[in-house]
């Protein structure tokens, strides 16, 4: 029997012991009429040898493409030793670390964790994790409500450049305690938010206002002047962010006079591979002086009987399990075994290898946008200074591009047509460190071909 | 053992160079530039693979430890689950690829949506939702969306025992919804007194762990799931004690009208150290128009994404791509690798081991909570008597069982047996591993009755003593800053 370890011999003495005639008869409790026939749509057990047939031909249907598609999730070298550490049993098998003493390991990275992200974003405190990106801007929301308590509006500004999925989830998480979004346009030109946006809610009661730097399009907003507006309105700022690129921009804690005044964004890119949008994880750092707002679990340093410093779960009475109904958010686990990714990544890579990275992505991209750019039928959208992706105008169908792209086994990129019909045939473009000049190359052969 | 922080190994100028490409230049405008750099570490890869390495060595683990938390289902977690998905095709797959070049991953979804229909005796399944909490979010947002497009928009008080799981009051109120907390009776069932007296016209629903955080199976859930529906409620299955029942009894056929599953305990993805879970949902005909999105449909023989195209009541998306998509690959792997049989095994040996642990250490001299119930997966003792005779509690009881090389049981909860150890030693632990737990709590008693303050001061073998948790919240040290 997989997995389980009982000889018939070991059922037998241990029957005995309980007084049980059958295993059957543990269950007498379970009125009769419940019990469950056979599960017919369940299949007979495969052997590990099988299922590895099995799994490693599905994988093989979806090949490895070569893959110039971002829009939330993008694809970067994970250094070796990051992944093999992160499985290694007393990581992989281990459960939030409620039992301190048993759980030193996890929670010293949790510790060096949120310092290191502090860092990353210039803000004084981080959490432990949250679910993903899109998920922790709803908790920054809600967060901003609670934190802000001279707006009364629960009103949140939200750029037509925030990713789009993530303001559809902030409003499905936040949509039963009645937070109220608008969307602040962006100017067709430039791809960037309207400076001009906020005045037109000039005077009226505005909780937070979001920014998404990098934006969607992959373009740098005026993070400084947007900031200032938003808080001589009154507003809380939420910064949205791509780890990766804190290492070449500045931290949302320097936008503007004051700084951002909540951060969040999700965490793949630093060692999280790609697998199909999850598990990644998402992050949140703020000002000590929101900390008792902010969801999630939080490590604390501290000392044992002997003196000796150890670390642990703090904070613990903003959370579910002790307030129960009055709690920040219902939120009980985090990400923690892909925070253990990120700090390994983060440690192995340094300051500099960040950066590199990210300025690598950025010239590669730039490659990108050259090479496509100089077929006939493609145009770039934007022309600002931007990190890693970038917008194109093609004078035919980007679904069915895609298509024919996929068909070549390369992913071409986003289509914008759901979100941003106004664009007209907009595509998304990513590279990163991991496309080369002949990966660009083959990408501009083939689109060159089927725009023909 | 003790690991100094990681900035401790740090050196200005040192690295693990090979990690990244050399040359790059960054082009960012002055004012957008970063222009210190973040006090990221500085050492090389030895340093670093040693260094997380040696922290590794400081946690108790499933594969190093018996592991008997009560309501986490710490079961071993296949490697093989963990290898297949993780295969590089999975891994390196956009989340965003387009269709046509992911049937092979979406084939994996729409199967797994299909055998854990089946198990739970649902009409439908999301896989969504990224961890329990989130699935019971997914779970009360649609019964309040049902509710709302029926113009039952009063109906926002949601029903949650006593003896609940901490989420679901705190779901409960993140979805708009009031809780009214009912009692539990002395043997642990549901008081269908109280349960008439809470219903009402603006009763949205009730949310249940079956079994209970008691671990006792509530006899009456038939009953209980009458009087919800007539009153006009639904009910929500929260699904922390499934692998209780796997294959034994379907919450759909228990009469629940949604359920979220914990796919890292009863399917046996890893626990991460926190994280990642998986939470997805199941829903009967009709909570169907209201799932999450996205949901894996087949036409013919192609896979395609549901979105709110097909599904345009949903309550919405709950993550940027279609949730934890890695922790949905493993948990299909281990469904495949049990099959039919291996799945209703699931539940009979979890009862098998939680029953035979109940009776040895009752046999011994512990009290337990509910001592007329049969123990479901997991069973509660109360060490009230220890701490009122011996001054010795339950958080001292579960210090000492770490020195004895067991990670403790769950202590203190659920709250209204006082001091508790909730107990669970899931199906995959052997009767020697069992045995041995009780003759550590046998040893951690005498020593209690000898020597109460030897067992107080515990534990004195691990990385830590015991850690002050108070100066951990009054003088909050959350980052580390260099001296």
């Not at chain 1, 994790?129 to 949140?156: F, Q, T, W």
């Not at chain 2, 955080?213 to 929500?236: C, K, M, N, P, S």
């Amino acid at each position: 029997m997989p997995f389980i370890p009982h000889t018939e011999n070991d059922v037998r003495e241990m029957l005995a012991a309980i007084g049980a005639p059958s295993i059957d008869a543990l269950f007498d409790e379970i009125p009769a009429r419940l019990r469950t026939r056979a599960l017919a749509g369940i299949p007979d057990a495969l052997s590990e040898m099988d299922v590895a047939r099995w799994m490693t031909q599905r994988a093989q249907l979806d090949g490895r493409p070569l893959n110039f598609l971002g829009a939330g999730a993008y694809e970067h070298h994970i250094p070796a030793a990051v992944w093999a550490i992160v499985t290694r049993g007393e990581f992989y098998t281990a459960y939030t670390p409620y039992q301190a003493e048993a759980s030193q390991g996890t929670l010293q990275l949790l510790y060096e964790y949120q310092t290191m992200m502090a860092s990353l974003t210039g803000m004084q405190v981080s959490n432990a994790s949250l679910y993903d990106g899109a998920s922790a801007l709803a908790e920054a929301c809600l967060m901003a409500v609670r934190a802000h308590r001279k707006s009364k509006s629960a009103r949140i500004l939200a750029p037509a450049t925030l990713n789009p999925t993530y303001l559809e989830v902030a409003r499905a998480i936040t949509e039963g305690q009645n937070l109220r979004f608008d969307v602040l346009p962006y100017e067709r030109a430039s791809g960037l938010t309207q400076s001009g946006a906020l005045h037109e809610h000039h005077g009226e009661d505005i909780t937070a206002v979001v920014i998404q730097q990098p934006n969607f399009f992959g373009l740098l907003e005026d993070v400084d002047a947007i900031t200032d507006r938003a808080h001589a309105a009154g507003a809380l700022v939420i910064a949205v962010v791509n780890p990766l690129s804190l290492a070449i921009l500045k931290p949302p804690s320097e936008w503007g006079a004051k700084g951002a005044d909540i951060v969040v964004g999700d965490g793949q890119p630093l060692g999280v591979p790609l697998s199909s949008g999850g598990p990644y994880f998402g992050f949140m750092a703020t000002r000590m002086e929101h900390v008792r707002q902010m969801p999630g679990r939080i490590i604390g340093r501290t000392v044992d009987l002997e003196g000796k410093p150890g670390f642990t779960l703090t904070l613990q009475a903003r959370e579910q399990h002790i307030r129960r109904s009055k709690a920040t958010s219902n939120i009980c686990t985090n990400q923690g075994l892909l925070v253990t990714a990120a700090t390994i990544y983060m440690s192995l890579l340094g300051a500099a290898g960040l950066e590199k990275v990210a300025a690598a992505s950025q010239t590669q991209t730039r490659a990108l946008v050259d090479a496509l750019t100089r077929i006939k039928g493609v145009q770039l959208a934007f022309g600002g200074p931007r990190f890693h992706e970038a917008v194109l105008r093609l004078d035919r169908d980007v679904g069915e591009v895609l298509e024919a792209l996929a068909r070549r086994n390369i992913i071409g990129g986003c289509s914008l047509s759901k979100h941003y019909p106004e664009l007209g045939n907009a595509l998304l473009v990513c590279a990163t460190e991991m496309r080369t000049q002949a990966d660009i190359d083959a990408y501009a052969r083939a689109l060159a071909e089927i725009m023909k | 053992m003790h690991e100094p922080l990681i900035f401790t190994h740090s050196r200005p100028g040192r690295s693990a160079a090979g990690q990244y490409p050399l040359t790059a230049q960054a082009d960012v405008p002055e004012k957008l530039r970063r222009k210190r750099p973040a006090a990221l570490p500085e050492v090389s890869e030895l340093q670093a693979v040693r260094h997380f390495t040696r922290l590794s060595q400081l946690n108790f683990s499933i594969d190093t430890h018996f592991y008997p938390l009560g309501s986490c289902t710490m079961k071993y977690n296949p490697r093989a689950c963990n290898q297949l998905a993780m295969l590089p095709e999975f891994l390196g797959r956009h989340p965003l690829a387009p269709e046509s070049a992911s049937q092979g991953f979406l084939a994996c979804m729409y199967e797994l949506q299909e055998m854990l229909r089946e198990v739970t005796g649902m009409k439908g399944v999301s896989l969504t939702p990224m961890a329990g909490a989130q699935g019971e979010f997914a779970g009360v947002a649609m019964i309040r969306a049902y509710h709302r497009a029926r113009g039952a928009v009063e109906r926002t008080e949601i029903i949650v025992p006593d003896a609940a799981h901490g989420t679901n009051p705190a779901t409960a109120t993140m979805c708009g919804c009031t809780v009214v907390e009912i009692p539990s009776l002395p043997d642990g069932d549901i008081d269908l007194e109280a349960l008439k007296r809470a219903l009402g016209p603006k009763t949205a629903g009730i949310m249940l762990t079956n079994p209970s955080t008691l671990g006792v199976f509530d006899r009456r859930i038939q009953e209980v799931a009458v009087l919800v529906h007539e009153a006009g409620g639904l009910l929500y299955y929260d699904g922390a004690n499934l692998n209780a029942i796997l294959g034994k009894v379907r919450p759909g056929d228990m009469g629940f009208d949604v359920i979220h599953m914990n796919l890292h305990k009863t399917f046996s993805t890893p626990h991460g150290g926190g994280g990642p879970g998986s939470g997805a949902v199941g829903v009967n005909q009709r909570l169907l128009p209201f799932m999450p999105i996205p949901v894996v449909g087949k036409e013919g023989d192609r896979y395609r994404w549901l979105d709110e195209r097909d599904i345009p009541q949903t309550i919405g998306r709950l993550s940027a791509f279609m949730g934890n998509a890695g922790v949905l690959l493993r948990a299909y792997v281990y469904m495949r690798m049990l099959g039919r049989q291996g799945m209703q095994r699931v539940a009979e040996h979890a009862a098998l081991n939680a029953n035979y642990l109940l009776a040895r250490l009752k046999g011994a001299g512990f009290e337990a909570a509910y001592p007329d119930r049969r123990a479901s997966h997991e069973f509660i003792i109360t060490l009230k008597r220890q701490a009122k005779e011996l001054g010795v509690n339950a958080m001292d009881f579960a210090k000492r069982l770490l020195d004895f090389g067991f990670h403790a049981p769950t202590t203190y909860f659920p709250l209204l047996v006082p001091e508790c150890l909730l107990i669970e030693p899931t199906e995959t632990e052997a009767k020697e591993d069992l045995d041995a737990f009780v003759d550590a709590l046998i040893a951690i008693q005498s020593e209690a009755e000898q020597d109460a303050a030897k067992v107080k001061g515990a534990p004195y073998t691990l990385p830590v003593r015991r850690l002050d948790d108070v100066r951990a919240a009054k003088q909050l040290d959350l980052v580390y800053k260099p001296e």
